[in-house]
């Protein structure tokens, strides 16, 4: 099925009663801060609507579907706008309604997540679709927002309703869930004994709540420092730690560092960093950087800075 196919027709322009308009129900952008609409509420209060909406006449009803311009029509209403200019196209259907919605409406910075991962889980259903390649080319959204969409329709209701609160200051960022996601999904962590999936999520809301994450991104730091445990085979103990972690709201990522492992994980990067330098140092024909004076002089300090470790690792070895 090409993306054309999911198109809708236009009929003509009009004007229609305010009242007489209804939102569309299967709009990603379901959360509406009024803070945000005050520069165009007020515009519209000065010069009214200049841009038409697009709506279609829902045959179930008669009652007119708002497509595009949701924001304009609850301006309209707040300020007493009787009437609104309307562009009307065709009923589409179910799937073409929930296409031209993505395509009409790209995802703003200022966006919440969740209703648009609601909408595109209706898509997946309806298309049996499931292919995010696929599902970013209908939507016209970037395949890695399909990807976080994906990842918060793995939660629970319970916590998709947070993220859905309509009010600003009580609503869940869906940043927190996301960033949580690859460690609630740690294919080890998922075989400690103790771990339940919702119990830790909320834990890690409570932890939020007692600064004991400070930022989203910490997640990062607690993934990483189980992958560290586990690639030194300290898996018992990142278990026990993280179990701590979880249980003391003002436990930091800090109390998951394990300096052995942080250790060997700075050695692999080491090694990493070395076994590229030497390909590119073994690959150099010195007549062809014969004039680089800087290049000849970093090496030559880093020969040198090497050869001091290693008399230092030397003598500690005869110790």
């Not at 998922?190 to 932890?207: E, G, H, P, S």
């Not at 590229?276 to 690959?283: A, E, F, I």
């Not at 007549?287 to 003598?315: A, C, H, P, V």
Request: hydrophobic share 40%.
């Amino acid at each position: 099925m090409k993306p054309s196919e999911h198109g809708v027709r236009a009929i003509g322009v009009l004007k229609l009663p305010t009242d007489s308009l209804k939102p569309n129900p299967h709009n990603p952008r379901l959360l509406f801060d009024r803070e945000d609409m005050s520069v165009l509420r007020e515009s519209i209060r000065r010069v009214n609507i200049l841009v038409p909406l697009v709506v279609y006449k829902e045959s179930s009803s008669g009652s007119y579907v708002i497509l595009d311009g949701q924001r304009r029509w609850m301006c309209a209403k707040e300020v007493g706008i009787k009437k609104v200019p309307v562009n009307e196209v065709r009923e589409p259907t179910l799937v073409q309604n929930i296409v031209t919605m993505f395509q009409i409406h790209k995802l703003r910075k200022d966006w919440e997540l969740m209703p648009t991962a609601l909408k595109m889980e209706l898509l997946i259903r309806e298309l049996k679709e499931k292919n995010e390649k696929r599902l970013a080319e209908l939507t016209g959204l970037d395949v890695a927002v399909v990807t976080r969409c994906r990842k918060l329709l793995s939660y629970n209701k319970r916590y998709q309703d947070m993220m859905l609160e309509p009010n600003p200051e009580d609503r869940v960022k869906a940043d927190f869930f996301i960033e949580l996601y690859p460690v609630r999904t740690d294919r080890v962590v998922n075989k400690f004994q103790w771990f339940r999936k919702d119990k830790f999520t909320d834990q890690m809301l409570a932890k939020q709540e007692a600064k004991g994450i400070k930022a989203v991104t910490d997640f990062r730091i607690v993934k990483q420092y189980i992958n560290n445990a586990v690639e030194v085979g300290k898996v018992q103990v990142i278990s026990d730690r993280l179990k701590e972690f979880a249980e003391k709201p003002e436990l930091t990522p800090d109390h998951l560092n394990i300096e052995s492992a942080k250790v060997a994980a700075e050695a692999r990067k080491v090694v990493a960093a070395a076994d590229k330098l030497y390909s590119q140092v073994n690959s150099i024909k010195v007549e062809d950087f014969y004039g680089q004076e800087e290049m000849w002089n970093r090496l030559d300090s880093l020969s040198k800075l090497i050869r001091t470790k290693l008399r230092e690792l030397g003598r500690r070895e005869d110790e």
